[in-house]
């Protein structure tokens, strides 16, 4: 009957259960035999081998940490890609020395100009001159450039040199009239008696005027703020191209602040005054154009200051050149303390004098390097550039 048969699967389905939950329960016990043996031969082999499997360890800890840094790389090393390219001049060496150069050339037309003053202007009994150095910092130029356009070329630029040439240096001639007297005798023709009066007549003076500004006070405000960030980090790194102006700032063995003055030359009143308005800059800042304490100085700058200040000699703000011309030049063996030396081809200046500092004795000068310290004129960088020796 239908009800036996159905009775009869049931029973069936029941025992092949139970015989399908023995054989799991056999597979189950096989399995534990099997892992509980791997775990006991592992166990053994680590006892057995320890540094083996120390090493085993390291390597694949250093596999994971080359893994990890060289996935790093790429980005630092397009980082410290990104770094330099900012800071570094990108425009070709022939662009950044030329530009240099044609900025130079307007400075010598400029020196040319002044120096022909008296026979461009002729007919005056006197000329006067206050003139500031003529020159400037080729990396300040560069790195102005730079900032503001990243690269540029030659040809591209020359209408910005003019603008900051104008702005930088500003010249002007104004004419002074004084009425002095001279003394002029007359004699009678009849009786023959002399006599002497005080004529007035017009003393004509020219005023010469030169007045630098300074490169970077002309070129920083035409940046914007990001601009002056990069003009600032170039100019302190030089565009990573150092090799590009080597001689601009005055080279040679200097001995810094620790040099002391023999005591004998200070027995000098002059010498002594001198020095005492001078060593107070000591360790200053080289800035071109500079010419007094609210500046800080340039070479000749600083010898002006000091000659006027300390009340030496009174001597106007002139260039290294002007200073010479002012001297009366003598030998090695004649200099003495207080003396000024000068220097040629030390940079490329418009005139054949380029740096002067103060003599200070035992071969040792003063002067404005960079920064205001003392210098061994005996080197073998200042005999090769020594010029003459001058006394006020």
């Known amino acids: 009957s239908r009800v036996q048969q159905k009775w009869k699967l049931k029973r ?16 189950a016990k096989k399995t534990a035999a099997a ?55 990108a425009s070709e060496d022939t662009d950044l020395l030329g530009v240099d150069e044609d900025y130079t050339a307007l400075e010598n037309e400029l020196a040319q ?60 001639l104004t004419e002074e009239v004084e009425i002095r007297y001279r003394t002029e005798t007359s ?18 003076i020219l005023n010469v005027t030169l007045t630098n500004k300074t490169l970077p006070a002309v070129i920083l405000p035409r ?18 191209k150092p090799y590009l102006w080597e001689g601009i700032y ?58 006027t200040a300390s009340g030496v000699h009174n001597l106007p703000r002139t260039t290294a050149q002007g200073i010479y011309n002012q001297c009366a030049i003598i030998s090695p063996s004649e200099a003495k303390p207080g003396d000024i030396i000068f220097f040629t081809g030390t940079y490329d200046s418009p005139g054949p004098v380029s740096h002067v500092g103060i003599y200070v004795g035992d071969g040792m000068m003063l002067h404005c390097g960079s920064p205001i310290q003392y210098a061994n004129i005996n080197s073998s960088y200042w005999q090769t550039h020594f010029y003459a020796f001058g006394r006020l």
């Open 113 to 172: 100009t002044v120096a022909n003053i008296e026979s461009t202007h002729p007919g005056y009994d006197e000329y006067r001159y206050s003139v500031d150095e003529i020159g400037h910092n080729p990396y300040e130029l560069a790195s102005y450039l730079s900032a503001k356009y990243h690269v540029y070329f030659r040809e591209q630029v020359q209408d910005e040199l003019r603008e900051i040439f104008e702005a930088q240096y500003e010249l002007t």
């Open 187 to 204: 004699t009678d023709p009849e009786t023959g008696e002399t006599t002497t009066e005080e004529v007035p007549y017009e003393y004509y």
């Open 12 to 27: 069936r389905y029941s025992k092949e259960a139970k015989a399908a939950a023995k054989q799991g329960a056999k597979a």
């Open 223 to 240: 940046l914007n703020e990001q601009q002056r960030e990069i003009y600032t980090v170039m100019q302190q790194l030089k565009g990573n």
């Open 250 to 307: 005055n080279g040679g063995e200097d001995t810094g602040p620790s040099y002391e003055i023999p005591g004998e030359a200070l027995d000098d009143p002059a010498f002594a005054a001198l020095m005492k308005e001078a060593t107070k800059y000591i360790g200053w800042p080289y800035v071109w154009g500079g010419s007094s304490p609210s500046t800080s100085f340039d070479c000749s700058g600083f010898v002006c200051w000091v000659y």
């Open 35 to 89: 892992s509980g043996t791997a775990t006991r031969r592992a166990a053994q082999f680590v006892t057995r081998h320890p540094v083996a499997v120390l090493v085993l360890l390291l390597l694949l800890l250093l596999c994971f940490l080359v893994s990890a840094v060289s996935s790093i790389f790429p980005t630092l090393g397009s980082g410290l890609a990104n770094a330099l390219s900012g800071t570094s001049y």
